[in-house]
């Protein structure tokens, strides 16, 4: 929540940037952690959220793993200090460098999503004389209710292995001399808000599980993913996700076996609301029908409006306090129609110079980051400093 104190200190500072309220994120990690602990869960970060170094200190000293889709992500966890037994590396698309350099950082588990990227990491593991440890990511087909473009769950989706192709699955593993089956793998998709999608995903790892031990394998991780939403509209009011509610469902409803370890991979939730994009007003412009605040900060900074109609909400940080008078369409610099950040906004009368706020951009935004027009590299300012 901004305060004047907070606002003064942002007067002379150079727009935009990213404001970081680490103390924010430590009380959400340990919401988070504390949650997990009753169930003895273990909570990885998906790093794709943010991987900004202050913010992965905070998340790596707290103790959590790091869930990574790239081999740059992998590579960012090692070097942020991530123990690499609690690394897992994840996505259809690993190339044959990546999945080199993940394997000779014996990193926890790949999480696989196709048939012949498990013959692949056999072949480089097998070069290399090691063991990779495997979870076969599943398609479940649950629907996570969510924008279509962060569903990942469904059979049109490109994500993971489709039920039907399990047997080939396990047919893969036998033969392969150099994997080791770790257990299975799930992520329905994003900003998930209804409990039940994640009970429908439990229903389905309990399926799965059950297929793979009377085959014979033993499930040692259920890796449920991640996807907890957060309330992106009232920041203040739930600054912190319902992590209890969240875990609870996965208590209540997955079957966990003695020999078995829940994982989860929440990104989101975590961050999203310690961070926000502040950026000042460069023009007022007056239409007919509309007024639009101009801003210095566009979707180069924080894409999500624009690449999938994401609400962030708007704050006027300089008239703190005062009434609403007028609508405004608060938009970017960039030369693209897409690039508007809210329409009809509400706020106090603004002028050349406010400071706005766009919160809860802490999750997908400061890492989707682009030099789209030659925009400068992105800023940042920390609540600690
Ligand atoms: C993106 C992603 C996550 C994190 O999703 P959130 O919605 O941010 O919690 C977890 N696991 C995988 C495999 C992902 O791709």
Redesign the pocket.
């Known amino acids: 929540m901004f305060n004047q104190d907070i606002v003064n200190n942002f007067q002379n500072k150079e727009t935009p940037f990213y404001y970081y309220d680490l103390e924010l994120l430590k009380r959400t990690l340990k919401a988070c952690a504390d949650a997990a602990d009753k169930y003895r869960f273990h909570v ?1 970060f ?1 790093l ?2 943010n991987f900004n170094s202050r913010v992965l200190q905070t998340v790596k000293d707290a103790g959590l793993g790091a ?1 990574c ?1 790239s081999g740059g992500e992998v590579k960012k966890a090692i070097e942020s200090g991530f123990n690499a037994q609690q690394v897992v590396f ?2 259809v698309g690993k190339s044959d460098r990546e999945i080199n350099y993940a394997l000779d950082q014996d990193i926890f588990a790949f ?1 696989v999503e196709s048939i012949q990227e498990l013959e692949v990491i056999n072949e480089l593991a097998r070069a290399k004389n090691k063991i990779a440890r495997v979870a076969i ?1 599943i398609n479940p087909n649950v629907d996570a209710h969510t924008h279509h473009y ?1 569903t ?1 769950g469904l059979d049109e989706n490109k ?1 993971g292995i489709n039920s039907w192709d399990l047997q080939s699955v396990a047919d893969a593993l036998k033969q392969s001399t150099n994997l080791s089956f770790l257990g299975i ?1 799930f ?1 329905v ?4 808000l209804d409990m039940n999608v994640f009970k429908s995903l439990c229903v389905k790892v309990n399926e799965m599980q059950a297929w793979f031990e009377e085959r014979g394998m033993p499930v040692k991780v259920l890796n449920v ?5 957060v309330d992106y509209h009232q920041p203040d009011t739930n600054p912190i996700a319902d992590f209890e509610a969240y875990f609870k469902i996965f208590a209540d409803f997955l079957t966990v076996k003695p020999h078995q370890e829940v994982h989860f ?6 961050v999203a609301q310690c961070s926000s994009l502040i950026s000042r007003v460069l023009y007022m412009k007056h239409g007919i029908k509309k007024n639009f605040a101009v801003l210095d900060a566009g979707m180069t900074e924080l894409m999500r409006p624009a690449l999938y109609q994401a609400y962030h909400k708007i704050e006027n940080i300089s008239k703190l306090g005062q009434p609403e008078t007028m609508a405004y369409d608060v938009v970017g610099p960039i030369c693209e129609s897409s690039d508007c950040f809210g329409k009809d906004v509400n706020l106090p009368t603004t002028q050349r110079g406010d400071l706005i706020a766009l919160r809860t951009a802490g ?2 935004g400061e890492v989707m980051a682009s030099a789209y027009n030659l925009r400068p590299d992105i800023k940042h300012v920390y609540s600690e400093d």
Do not use: M
Not at 225 to 229: A, E, K, N, V
Not at 265 to 270: S, V
């Open positions: 990885h998906a794709k959220a869930d889709v994840a996505g999480n990511r962060i990942t994500f793998h992520h998709g994003s900003q998930i993913g991640g996807g907890l939403g991979e929440l990104g989101r939730a975590l999750a997908y």
